[in-house]
């Protein structure tokens, strides 16, 4: 039985609300617009608010009128992608290069029905915490609210995530008893040639050549180095270098992304990359420096907290509506930093069976409202069953 039903007059707000951030969509730390209307909303709701946690975040708290000392987070993040919507509907990005196309429109929409409904219903016992946190994407704006004392200051016990996921059925959960996504970090690897004619290459040391060796070479960590029954990813997405047709350049600087679920498998990615890339380059007599950044641990569920989110999701929707075995996903997350802080679980929501065309971070994606009800339920049935009770 879930607590809002689908088309009520809350879903159809929660819609309004969906669109509406989806026209307006902003980046890392710049959810000023967003930021000002959840909080507008939220003190609306009569919450307590607080505003400017890591530059943009919001963050409001909720007392059941049931006496209890326990509180529990649930988190949503607020800002969109660099990147131009190709939709054409009429809540389209109407700004130029940026786009809600990870769905983080919604997950503010289902985060706000919740707190809507659970300041209507306060039959909990304790405190609900409702965390609107800024820059998810790539810039750890998660990180940055818990170094500036997110948890500590609320007293918070345990946090709760949840993103949608195309691919899963709408109606649909997916509940990870362990690693969900990846950790996630970035390199930069400047290989220093030296620069000549491109007619006489013997009186230089050519990077770009040079380049494409590294570049074979790192593809041998994961096939080669790595234990096949590992994950692990090592992608080279940007190559610069070079002006002209007829000069080899000095330098030539290639950058990517690894993955993997756990540390060990991590730092083995990382040594590795720099052994391959160091050692080619002497090869040919060119030296190289590398810039090796770590972005986000791996997200790995608390297994008792996952399995908390289960049973929640069992009686929300029925056992037939929980996928406990789909593959965890190399994508990451920022969430980690909070489940580094508190136990917590982090779970996907269904957005459509059919994702082929239009999945995470595609110019055609677009949240799907009709699970908005669904997934603000989810929230509301979690805080009642973590807040049922008053504890000593
Ligand atoms: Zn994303
Ligand atoms: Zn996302």
């Known amino acids: 039985m879930t607590a809002i039903a689908k088309n009520s007059e809350l879903h159809n707000q929660m819609g309004q609300w969906r669109r509406d951030l989806h026209a307006h969509p902003e980046t890392a730390y710049e959810e000023h617009r967003s930021a000002a209307k959840i909080a507008q909303l939220l003190t609306s709701f009569g919450l307590d608010i607080d ?62 029905g919740a707190a809507k409904y659970l300041s209507e219903n306060k039959d909990f016992a304790g405190t609900v915490v409702f965390i609107f946190q800024p820059a998810e994407e790539g810039e750890a704006g ?22 949608n996921w195309p691919g899963l059925a ?15 970090d970035v390199f930069d690897i400047t290989i220093h040639g030296r620069g000549c004619h491109a007619g006489m ?34 992608s080279v997405t940007k190559i610069h270098g070079g002006d002209a047709y007829n000069v080899v350049p000095d330098s030539v600087t290639i950058s990517g992304t690894c993955r993997s679920f756990n540390t060990q498998v ?22 190289c420096e590398i810039d090796y950044r770590n972005v986000a641990p791996s997200t790995v569920n608390d297994k008792s907290h996952a399995k908390i989110c289960a049973q929640v999701i069992k009686d929300l929707v029925g056992a037939d509506n ?63 069953h973590c807040l049922q009770q008053a504890s000593s």
């Open 201 to 234: 290459p013997h009186l230089g040391i050519d990077p770009v050549a040079v380049s494409a060796s590294v570049i074979n070479a790192l593809q041998g960590i994961v096939s080669r180095h790595l234990d096949p029954l590992a994950s692990g990813v090592v």
């Open 266 to 287: 991590r730092e083995q990615i990382k040594t590795q990359l720099a052994q391959r890339a160091q050692s080619t380059c002497q090869a040919y007599g060119a030296s």
């Open 170 to 184: 709408a109606g649909k959960f997916a509940v990870h008893h362990g690693p969900v996504m990846a950790s996630m």
């Open 142 to 163: 998660a990180k940055r609210m818990c170094e500036e004392g997110l948890f500590d200051h609320y007293g918070i016990d345990a946090v709760y995530g949840m993103h």
């Open 322 to 384: 929980l996928e406990l075995e789909m593959p965890a996903s190399m994508g990451a997350e920022d969430f980690a930093f909070m489940l580094a802080e508190r136990p917590g679980a982090y779970i996907w929501i269904g957005n459509d069976a059919n994702a082929g065309d239009a999945g995470l971070h595609n110019p055609h994606y677009d949240f799907n409202d009709d699970v908005l009800a669904l997934g603000a339920s989810y929230w509301v049935a979690l805080t009642k």
């Open 51 to 112: 505003c400017g946690m890591a530059v943009t975040g919001v963050v409001a708290v909720l007392k059941g009128n049931k006496a209890g000392d326990k509180c529990i987070a649930l988190r949503a993040d607020m800002d969109a992608l660099n990147l131009q919507e190709l939709n054409d509907f009429e809540h389209c990005s109407t700004y130029q290069g940026k786009m809600h196309g990870c769905g983080h429109d919604g997950h503010c929409a289902m985060l706000l």
